[in-house]
């Protein structure tokens, strides 16, 4: 549990922000102890993925795991650049090992596409992913779902909440075409921003499963 002052500090809805790991508790003991005269939630990550794991996933569970596995239906990396183009090399180089893994591993097989325009992934995938997902205590629930959504990829997702990759390298991972085309036509101020923002939530997520401890399972 996290005290601050000497008394047990809450999440939003009152109950105990007690968290699962001696680590994760000083990691967000932490946060807490770096505010000043006012609180800056924006800049307490952890602190907002452990209230939305006390407070909002015990009551959405279900709701989580579907949105994770939906993302199976138009997963980034199964949607490539044109063959032979250094885009392409680029993506085949970080996603299809990936891909490979998670079909191998975890039995979320997903149909590789040239372009944009949806494919047919197959239902036992999805079904495959959600299972995955429901099995999974709140707190690694909901750092799955928040970083399937950072990343836009239900494999991406799986491979930084099993360890397979760093939430950092998968954040890289899930702009290689945004990178490719800055390469080109360079990188306004507000996608640089955007850019750095996506960084730090990554950084965040790698914190909260580096203090969560290692998959099992």
């Known amino acids: 549990q996290v005290l601050r002052d000497g008394r047990l500090l809450r999440a939003a809805q009152k109950a105990a922000l007690a968290l699962p790991t001696a680590r994760l508790a000083e990691a967000v003991a932490a946060e807490w102890a770096a505010q000043g005269e006012r609180i800056d939630l924006a800049n307490m990550s952890l602190s907002r993925l452990a209230n939305v794991a006390i407070d909002r996933t015990p009551e959405t569970r279900p709701e989580l795991a579907r949105e994770a596995a939906r993302y199976t239906e138009t ?75 950072l990343l836009g990829s239900a494999v991406l997702g799986l491979a930084v909440e099993r360890g397979r990759i760093r939430a950092s390298e998968g954040y890289e991972m899930s702009r290689i075409d945004e990178a490719y085309q800055a ?3 360079g990188e306004d101020e507000e996608a640089r921003k955007r850019t750095e923002a996506g960084r730090r939530e990554a950084a965040a997520l790698d914190a909260w499963f580096d203090a969560l401890g290692p998959a099992r399972g």
């Open 183 to 185: 390469e080109f036509w």
């Open 75 to 149: 997963d980034l990396v199964s949607h490539l650049g044109p063959a032979r183009s250094a885009l392409r090399a680029r993506q085949d180089a970080a996603w299809e090992p990936l891909r490979a893994w998670a079909e191998a591993e975890h039995g979320v097989r997903l149909h590789a596409v040239e372009g944009i325009m949806p494919a047919l992934q197959p239902e036992a995938s999805r079904q495959a992913m959600r299972a995955h997902a429901e099995a999974l205590d709140d707190f690694r629930l909901t750092g799955l779902a928040h970083a399937v959504a």
